[in-house]
């Protein structure tokens, strides 16, 4: 998953070079920070020489003002780089939505889909910012800390040493729970989704059968889940938070005793002591860090390990090598003994072998259920047969181009779906760079001439969501003109 996450910095390398350059300085400057104060006290703080006072405070405002620009750079340009990975993952994301088949649609809900794409990934860029940066600058301060430690006082530095393990220990176990927890917590946001898009969706019939207290209910208790994992994960939260201050108060005091101590025996000089203080905070900090991230990082985690699971779902339905472009199809369309069934245990169409000649007008009668949509829903590859093949111009289907072999069909179908936009925008749907007047023409041929002239914004009215203001019948017509437009 690391290596996977790795590749999406490929495109940026200077920007991460460049963060992550200046984060690394930065924290080099907060180590040296305790080793000066103790010079200052054990060295200028005796002489009383106010030259040497304020040159050292000067130097010191430098310093300051120097890492104030890193850390401005880190904040901004950090940021820019995470947002720019977290674009890129969900332009990855949507193309393949894009290209998977009616199958994987079938099985899923739109809200759960629209998760996929926003809360997923709302938090990788934040983990593709910190993540790497935070990580070293951690390693790099906890082991600078360490270090110098141990040169001011080795005695002192094993007394912190030995405190510290326990806390990574704590740190480390509730960022795994905490990682699962929130995963977790997208399923429940997913089911949220899909419950209230379907409820809106479906806000007529809901209505119109007087069920709101039922989906009320369905309502509640999904609200009710989300608010349980969320309270799971402000719990881990409490308690790291707690147990993590806990530990460093403790790590303090008795640090406090112990230099004391040494100091009264007078192995450690008063500014050893305070610089040792100020090196205990320095080494704690990566601790205390990593702490303050895991709200972010496991939410970034468990989006990013959603996000893969999404990406390794197969198209299925995809070009073959070296599939052939049809730039026009004569119309010999051809059924050799075809099976198929959208569960292979139970068969729609079975052995079905038909041939229809170019120019041929065919019905197919049959009883609902019956298998009519599907057989034609074969021809585009909406679906792939399971057994036997089916044929365009004496070509297997499989063996075109997927764009191209949709190209040449035009497909009505019982419910249609219209985009919330105007009229022309879903009858140009059917060719995007259509004219005003093929547009016209299209519909004129659709029986909707009369419906554009007599509406006051004419081809600019709106058809609201799922064309919720058009009649059902206007809602078929404006489909029908859409594939006049395409003209296959
Ligand atoms: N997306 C799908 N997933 C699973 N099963 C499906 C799907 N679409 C249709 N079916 C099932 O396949 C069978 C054939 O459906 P199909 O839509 O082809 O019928 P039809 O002949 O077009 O019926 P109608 O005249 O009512 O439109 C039905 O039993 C239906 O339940
Ligand atoms: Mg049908």
Same mark, same amino acid.
């Given at each position: 998953m690391l290596r996977a996450f790795a590749a999406y910095y490929a495109p940026h390398k200077r920007l991460f070079a460049l963060d992550f350059g200046c984060a690394v300085l930065s924290g080099a400057l907060a180590l040296g920070f305790p080793l000066a104060v103790q010079a200052f006290v054990d060295r200028l703080l005796p002489q009383g020489e106010w030259f040497w006072i304020l040159l050292a405070a000067g130097a010191l405002l430098v310093v300051y003002l120097v890492n104030t620009g890193l850390m401005a750079i880190v904040t901004y340009w950090g940021h820019v780089l995470g947002i720019a990975i977290e674009t890129e993952m969900r332009r990855k994301a949507f193309d393949h939505l894009q290209r998977l088949p009616h199958r994987y649609f079938d099985g899923q809900k739109t809200g759960h889909l629209v998760g996929r794409l926003t809360k997923d990934l709302e938090e990788i860029g934040e983990v593709a910012h910190h993540g790497p940066e935070d990580v070293f600058v951690a390693v790099m301060t906890f082991l600078g800390a360490l270090a110098l430690m141990f040169w001011v006082h080795p005695q002192l530095a094993t007394v912190a040493v030995f405190i510290a393990p326990l806390v @990574?220990?704590?740190?480390?176990? /509730?960022?795994?729970?905490? =990682?699962?927890?929130?995963?977790?917590?997208?399923?429940r946001v997913g089911a949220f989704n899909a419950r209230i898009e379907e409820t809106v969706g479906g806000a007529r019939v809901v209505r119109a059968f007087a069920n709101e207290d039922h989906e009320r209910r369905l309502f509640a208790r999904d609200n009710a889940g989300y608010r349980r994992a969320k309270l799971d994960a402000y719990?881990?939260?409490?308690?790291?938070?707690? @147990?993590? /201050?806990?530990?460093?108060?403790?790590?303090q005091v008795v640090i406090l005793l112990a230099g004391a101590w040494y100091v009264a025996q007078g192995s450690l000089t008063i500014g050893g002591f305070v610089g040792f203080l100020l090196l205990i905070n320095v080494f704690y $900090? %990566?601790?205390?860090?990593?702490?303050?991230?895991?709200?972010?990082? %496991?939410?970034?985690?468990?989006?990013?390990? *959603?996000? $893969?699971?999404?990406?390794? #779902?197969?198209?299925?339905?995809?070009?073959? &090598?070296?599939?052939?472009? #049809?730039? *026009?199809?004569?119309?010999?369309?051809?059924?050799?003994?075809?099976?198929?069934?959208?569960?292979?245990? *139970? %068969?729609?169409?079975?052995?079905?072998?038909?041939? #229809?000649?170019?120019?041929?007008?065919?019905?197919?009668?049959? %009883?609902?259920?019956?298998?009519?949509? =599907?057989?034609?829903?074969?021809?585009?590859?909406?679906?792939?047969?399971?057994?036997?093949?089916? =044929?365009?111009?004496?070509?297997?289907?499989?063996?075109?181009?997927?764009?191209?072999?949709?190209?040449?069909?035009?497909?009505?179908? $019982?419910?249609?779906?219209?985009?919330?936009?105007?009229?022309?925008?879903?009858?140009?749907?059917?060719?995007?760079e259509a004219s005003e007047a093929e547009i016209v023409e299209a519909?004129?041929?659709?029986?909707?001439?009369?419906?554009?002239?007599?509406? &006051?914004?004419?081809?600019?009215? @709106?058809?609201?969501?799922?064309?919720?203001?058009?009649?059902?019948?206007?809602?078929?017509?404006?489909? #029908?003109?859409? @594939?006049?437009?395409?003209?296959?």
């Open positions: @990574i220990w704590l740190v480390v176990g /509730y960022g795994g729970k905490l =990682t699962a927890n929130w995963e977790a917590q997208f399923d719990r881990l939260m409490a308690a790291t938070v707690s @147990i993590n /201050y806990l530990g460093m108060r403790l790590l $900090q %990566p601790l205390e860090k990593v702490a303050a991230v895991l709200e972010s990082y %496991p939410k970034g985690i468990a989006g990013f390990k *959603r996000y $893969q699971e999404f990406l390794a #779902i197969e198209p299925e339905i995809v070009d073959r &090598p070296g599939a052939v472009e #049809i730039a *026009r199809a004569k119309g010999a369309v051809g059924f050799d003994a075809v099976r198929f069934g959208y569960d292979p245990k *139970r %068969p729609v169409l079975l052995d079905l072998s038909l041939e #229809i000649a170019p120019g041929e007008t065919v019905a197919f009668v049959g %009883p609902s259920g019956a298998g009519k949509t =599907t057989l034609l829903a074969l021809v585009p590859r909406f679906y792939d047969a399971d057994g036997g093949r089916v =044929t365009l111009d004496g070509l297997d289907v499989r063996d075109y181009s997927l764009a191209s072999l949709r190209r040449q069909i035009g497909v009505v179908s $019982q419910d249609v779906f219209l985009f919330a936009g105007s009229l022309r925008e879903n009858v140009a749907y059917g060719r995007l519909m004129r041929r659709a029986r909707l001439g009369d419906l554009v002239e007599s509406l &006051p914004d004419g081809l600019d009215t @709106i058809v609201g969501e799922r064309g919720v203001r058009l009649s059902g019948g206007q809602k078929q017509r404006v489909a #029908i003109a859409r @594939i006049f437009l395409k003209n296959p």
